[in-house]
């Protein structure tokens, strides 16, 4: 579903992604692992049109969607769950999950709109509960369900995830992350940036490790879990 092939990204002249190539297969979940600083969130934010590349292609369904703005990138089926939630602080968690569905948001749409609503409230029921909340007041854990939720409304078939386990408890955690791999059981595709190594090894089908802004291992998740490497570096050995 989606093929990047040797993409580079630079923030003024400091090189960030050197060549970059990974492959993101349609249903499946991929996880980018790496330290602070590797080049992670640029990755993701050069495929959502929201970082300008130096070189390569990223391709989604055979289509190069380099240099297009974020808008069309939504439009044709994917969708970002940003680091820090990025949310509209001052709005109701009900207006910021409305937000999400922008791009299609006409009369004719309303039953779609609200039949994914109240699929974002099962997926997550303390939302409903919440709706009427300013976003800003909601618990870290919230506020992530409730950037899910957001990103869920635009109709995604690929879901890029960045760093969603950041600043959450381990209880939250592991609620949402059993709804991304029902998520992707569901057929949506994903592709999960983590600096939680072992959480994203544990539910990703393919593995990347991402060093310095290029691509050092790759693998099955589940042989990366056992790499000496990966393990000294990343799982505390």
Excluded: C, W
């Excluded at 050197?18 to 993101?24: G, H, L, P, T, Y």
């Excluded at 039953?111 to 618990?139: C, H, N, W």
Aim: proline share 4%; charged share 25%; aromatic share 6%.
């Amino acid at each position: 579903m989606l093929s990047i092939e040797g993409l580079s990204a630079s923030y003024d002249s400091i090189r960030v992604l050197k060549d970059v190539s990974i492959q993101v297969p349609r249903g499946k979940m991929v996880s980018i692992i790496g330290a602070n600083g590797a080049g992670k969130s640029t990755l993701l934010k050069s495929i959502s049109g929201l970082m300008k590349i130096n070189k390569g292609r990223i391709l989604y369904k055979e289509q190069n969607i380099a240099g297009l703005p974020a808008y069309r990138i939504v439009g044709l089926g994917i969708s970002q769950v940003p680091e820090g939630r990025q949310l509209f602080a001052h709005l109701t968690v009900r207006d910021n999950i409305h937000l999400g569905a922008y791009h299609y948001y006409k009369k004719r749409n309303r039953p779609e709109i609200k039949e994914r609503i109240d699929k974002v409230y099962q997926m997550f029921p303390i939302l409903e509960k919440r709706s009427k909340q300013i976003a800003g007041t909601l618990s870290g854990g919230e506020q992530q369900m409730l950037a899910i939720a957001r990103a869920l409304m635009a109709r995604p078939e690929l879901l890029l995830l960045d760093e969603p386990s950041m600043g959450i408890a381990p209880l939250i955690v592991r609620e949402i992350f059993d709804v991304i791999q029902q998520l992707n059981k569901s057929g949506t595709t994903v592709l999960l940036v983590e600096q939680n190594a072992k959480t994203a090894l544990k539910v990703a089908h393919h593995s990347y490790v991402l060093e310095n802004g290029k691509i050092v291992l790759e693998g099955l998740a589940s042989e990366l879990l056992d790499n000496p490497k990966v393990k000294e570096v990343y799982l505390g050995g």
